[in-house]
């Protein structure tokens, strides 16, 4: 079973810059696999924000983060990962618990989706103020 454990969320004034980290066990990143970041607002929606579109390292991100967020991953090794968001010029409509999140498409998906996660890290709480 895939544990995930986010950390690095915090505090920042506008502007400011924080780091993520998920560390991901248990989860074997096949071709099909999906790895990504996810978070949610109060009273929002939860967005895919950042996500690896396939296993040579190419990235997606949502529109709202584009140039300013940046996903990255070490070179896994027996089931484990780690996997980051950097988070740069940081507004207060970026204040949200992120969430990372792994998991597999269907083989006949082209590209992870959304709804490919299966796997989700209890949350990290990022709070920006202006």
């Known amino acids: 079973q895939a544990q995930l454990v986010e950390s690095g969320g915090g505090a920042v004034q506008a502007g400011g810059s924080l780091r993520l980290s998920c560390s991901v066990s248990?989860?074997?990143?096949?071709?099909?696999?999906?790895m990504g970041w996810f978070r949610q607002g109060p009273g929002m929606e939860r967005e895919r924000v950042a996500w690896?579109?396939?296993?040579?390292?190419?990235?997606?991100?949502?529109d709202s983060v584009k140039g300013r967020f940046a996903i990255t991953r070490d070179n896994g090794i027996n089931g484990k990962h780690t996997i980051y968001l950097q988070m740069d010029s940081l507004t207060p409509t970026d204040t949200a618990r992120y969430y990372c999140?792994?998991?597999?498409?269907?083989?006949?998906?082209?590209?992870?989706?959304?709804?490919?996660?299966?796997?989700w890290g209890q949350g990290t709480q990022v709070t920006v103020s202006s």
């Open positions: 690896f579109v396939s296993r040579d390292g190419s990235t997606g991100y949502a």
């Open positions: 248990g989860f074997s990143y096949f071709s099909n696999g999906c």
């Open positions: 999140a792994a998991g597999y498409r269907q083989a006949w998906q082209p590209n992870c989706l959304p709804e490919s996660y299966g796997f």
